[in-house]
């Protein structure tokens, strides 16, 4: 069945970068978006963007642009997301999670990883 | 844009029924069947519930429904149970043009 794996969790410091990994399986790679939210500490789910596996475009939403980068590689069925500038409000939970449609970014997440979770702290 | 408008907690006894109510505009909920709900078990991944306003995935309870009344979608538990105790969150598609979805607030649905 299909499902996303997640890299292990990350502590940083303040103004650093941290990568988080994705590893898709039972279904084809390129053919779903792959979108990342993230969970805050008593925030909301908020949406952070995503990748076309298929070419490697990309969306981000605007609070993140400037800092973080998604990409993939399709040999090894794996998306990444990387945010710089690391402070301590981006303390929080990062799932990654297939798009609906095929081959279009279509409008809801079926399947979910279960979580990354990255702390910066000083 | 801000987020979708969520109830902060719901409660219900086992075998009652409850509703979620998730507010936006005709941005997003109100412009188009493309919302969404989803459940948070804590230290595990997010499950979708619904789809497309009112639609089950494989293997998700028909206790779950969803409906919408213009601005305004619900997630409908019936008969409650206590594993249905966590957090829900509904999405929805937004033409707001620096976004693709938005999310609610949140949830917590204690089960009594």
């Known amino acids: 069945q299909a499902q996303v794996v997640q890299s292990g969790a990350e502590v940083k410091r303040p103004g650093a970068s941290v990568k988080v990994s994705c590893k898709a399986s039972?279904?084809?790679?390129?053919?779903?978006?792959m979108y990342w939210v993230r969970h805050a500490p008593g925030q909301g789910l908020e949406w952070m963007g995503w990748?076309?596996?298929?070419?490697?475009?990309?969306k981000y939403a605007m609070k993140f642009q400037g800092r973080v980068t998604m990409t993939r590689d399709s040999s090894i069925s794996t998306a990444y997301m990387e945010l710089s500038r690391l402070r301590s409000d981006d303390t929080a939970v990062y799932y990654c999670?297939?798009?609906?449609?095929?081959?279009?970014?279509?409008?809801?997440?079926?399947?979910w990883g279960k979580g990354t979770t990255v702390t910066v702290s000083s | 844009q801000s987020a979708l408008t969520q109830p902060a907690s719901v409660s219900g006894s086992p075998g009652q029924s409850i509703t979620i109510s998730c507010t936006g505009t005709s941005s997003d909920v109100g412009g188009y069947n493309f919302v969404s709900w989803y459940q948070l078990h804590p230290g595990t991944a997010p499950k979708l519930m619904i789809y497309e306003v009112s639609n089950r995935p494989l293997g998700v309870s028909n206790r779950f429904s969803g409906s919408k009344s213009g601005n305004t979608a619900s997630l409908t538990i019936s008969g409650l149970q206590a594993e249905d105790e966590a957090d829900y969150y509904c999405s929805s598609y937004t033409s707001y043009n620096t976004l693709h979805v938005l999310f609610g607030g949140g949830t917590k649905l204690t089960v009594l």
């Open positions: 999670a297939r798009g609906s449609g095929y081959y279009y970014a279509g409008y809801y997440m079926d399947v």
């Open positions: 039972g279904y084809t790679f390129t053919g779903y978006y």
């Open positions: 990748i076309n596996p298929n070419g490697g475009g990309t």
